[in-house]
């Protein structure tokens, strides 16, 4: 070989050689920098030439630290030298095997690395002339998230089958996908009979229900959503809550049957409630507890205080006159206990009129659609009470009635006797000197007897016959009498006379009758006063008044009217007005009182026959 041809090829190698050592060291760099491990390994084989061990021929820097052998003196280790374990792992048989067939291989296997923990790899194996080239990721991190996730499910698969509600996946043309146990039992059908079916294929019912609908809004608008439907063959109530995903739709249905009824029965009750709060005789109204606002009132109530609902409804019980003073919307009652009730308690309330009425009153917190309220009951007892005071009156009237009939005339009797006696020595001459003694003690006792007189009427002693009367005539009869008397004090009397219907009437007793309540209107008004007579008639009564402009009846007097010997003035009997009551007793009539500073009226009404 000439000279020059030497020189030239001496260079090329030398060239060729430079251009290797550059590719190695860029090949090692490449290797460094590669993430996953990377090993070259060249086969040791016996004189049988099986292989019996692998030697290291290269190692990159991740492979070094996972296994801790040393780059630069990697060739110094062999494989069996260092992990025994691989014989038994069959990861030395695999290498084996890819050297032998030239079949590149991958797998996953579990190995211990240098700190002896163990570690998941995805190893890939390729031949590599008479060795082969190993690489591996540690996926010990994503097994271990696996694992974890695993767990998570197989929970959520636990939590899923427990759960008291239904819980179905389906896909996007509803097919059911997944269904818990309860779904079984809410359909009454197995998952045998619902997985991989379209829904409304086993339910074709469902096509003309709300369920069809609601379906349809949420394939379109592809958001959550809600409804509550009745399932009419096991009329049962559900809550259907649907959440669209890519593939299709997680559904959770709960049984709300229990929860409707009581939502049902609480309507039913609340309309209960308010039937019986209109229809009511007893006065009810209802108040807001935060805002003090009527909140509804009943006939009942609107006839006895005479507003109107339209007047109250929406007021507050401030600005009400009908709350002020003697209703009991005050801070007693509201604050009497935290349940607000209290029962039976008398209560004075004004009417609309002015009128004072009296209740009886009692209430109770309750909630009104959704709302805490004041319900007031309450009994108008005005009436009542007058009755329970007019018998009171009455039974003592009728004691005292027997005791007069009783001791009257063993009274009189001796009485007539002295009298006579006394009208006897009077006309002696013996006794001449004496007579205007004679004359006191005569009036005395005539004025005893007059008394024992009127309280026998009280007893209705005197059986007087009724009879059929216009008692306008037995007025205009009596009249000039009360006018004398009126002239004599100076007093006035006049008298209104109206068309009226006779009445049973026992004469002499009506004439009492007027006499002592015109006496007592004299003995009212001052000189210059005015006593008033006036018949008229109602539908069942023929009504006599007798009205005087006197001082009144201050109202502790008013309530001991008519009882036996009450009496106000120095020289007065106290016996007027209980024969009075006597007598308009025993004509099944009444008599009202109304006085005031002004003066004062006594209205009798005598039935009509
Ligand atoms: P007397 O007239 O003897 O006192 P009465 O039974 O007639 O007895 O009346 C009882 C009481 O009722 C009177 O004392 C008086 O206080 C009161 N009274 C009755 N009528 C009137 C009247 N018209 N105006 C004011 N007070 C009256
Ligand atoms: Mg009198």
Redesign the pocket.
């Known amino acids: 070989m000439s000279e020059p041809r030497i020189q030239y090829l001496s260079n090329e190698v030398a060239f060729l050689k430079q251009q290797l050592n550059e590719a190695h060291e860029k090949y090692k760099i490449a290797l460094n920098v590669l993430m996953d491990c990377f090993v070259i390994f060249s086969a040791i084989r016996d004189a049988e030439e099986r292989i019996i061990d692998f030697r290291f021929e290269s190692i990159n820097q991740a492979a070094s630290e996972f296994l801790g052998v040393p780059i630069e003196e990697a060739s110094n280790f062999s494989l069996l030298e260092l992990y025994p374990g691989y014989v038994e792992s069959g990861l030395f048989d695999r290498y084996c095997e890819v050297v032998l067939t030239n079949r590149p291989a991958v797998l996953e296997t579990s190995t211990y690395n240098r700190d002896g923990e163990l570690s998941y790899i995805k190893v890939s194996v390729a031949k590599l002339t008479d060795g082969v080239v190993v690489s591996w990721d540690d996926i010990t991190m994503e097994r271990k998230l696996e694992e974890e996730l695993d767990k998570n499910l197989s929970k959520l698969a636990i939590v899923l089958s427990s759960m008291s509600d239904g819980f179905a996946i389906f896909d996007q043309n509803w097919r059911f996908l997944y269904i818990n146990p309860k779904i079984e039992e809410l359909l009454n059908k197995s998952k045998l009979d619902l997985l991989g079916r379209n829904l409304f294929r086993v339910f074709p019912e469902f096509i003309n229900s709300t369920i069809f609908d609601f379906i349809q809004v949420l394939s379109q608008a592809r958001l959550s959503n809600s409804t509550e439907c009745l399932d009419p063959i096991n009329n049962t109530y559900y809550d259907i809550t649907a959440y669209p995903y890519e593939d299709g739709y997680a559904v959770i249905v709960r049984d709300i049957t229990a929860k409707k009824e009581l939502q049902l029965a609480a309507k039913r009750s609340e309309e209960l409630f308010f039937k019986s709060f209109h229809l009511s005789p007893a006065m009810m109204c209802l108040i807001s507890v935060e805002k003090r606002t009527v909140l509804d009132v009943n006939d009942a109530w609107c006839f006895f205080t005479g507003y109107t609902k339209d007047e109250v409804i929406g007021q507050c019980t401030d600005v009400l006159t009908v709350f002020s003073n003697h209703y009991p919307i005050d801070s007693d009652v509201l604050d009497s206990g935290s349940s607000g009730s209290r029962s039976n308690f008398k209560v004075k309330c004004l009417t609309k009129q002015g009128h004072i009425r009296e209740l009886i009153h009692s209430s109770e917190i309750i909630e009104v659609t959704g709302e805490m309220c004041f319900l007031y009951v309450a009994l108008d007892v005005t009436e009542n009470e007058k009755l329970t005071r007019e018998i009171a009156r009455l039974d003592k009237l009728n004691l005292i009635g027997q005791m007069a009939a009783g001791i009257g005339h063993e009274i009189r009797n001796p009485l007539t006797t002295v009298r006579g006696f006394l009208q006897f020595m009077m006309s002696k001459e013996y006794f001449a000197n004496h007579s205007h003694h004679f004359e006191l003690m005569i009036s005395e006792l005539d004025r005893a007897n007059h008394i024992i007189t009127e309280f026998l009427s009280l007893a209705g002693y005197k059986h007087y016959d009724r009879q059929s009367h216009n008692i306008n005539l037995l007025v205009e009869n009596i009249f000039p009498l009360l006018q004398s008397e009126a002239l004599k004090e100076n007093k006035n009397i006049s008298f209104l006379l109206e068309d009226i219907p006779k009445v049973d009437i026992n004469e002499m007793e009506f004439r009492q009758l007027i006499l ?2 015109v ?3 004299f ?2 008004i001052d000189s210059g006063g005015c006593v008033k007579i006036q018949t008229y008639s109602t539908v069942h009564s023929v009504v006599l008044r007798i009205e ?1 402009t ?4 201050p109202s502790d ?1 008013l309530g001991k ?2 009882t036996p010997f ?4 120095s020289h ?7 024969v ?1 009551y006597s007598i308009v007793e025993r004509h099944n009539g009444r008599i009202d009182v109304a ?1 005031n500073e002004h003066g ?1 009226s ?1 209205t009798i009404h005598f039935p009509l026959p």
Not at 550 to 553: L, P
């Open positions: 002592n309540l006496k007592n209107g003995e009212a005087d006197g001082h009144g009846i007097v009217l008519g009450f009496t106000t003035k007065g009997t106290g016996l007027g007005l209980a009075c006085s004062t006594f």
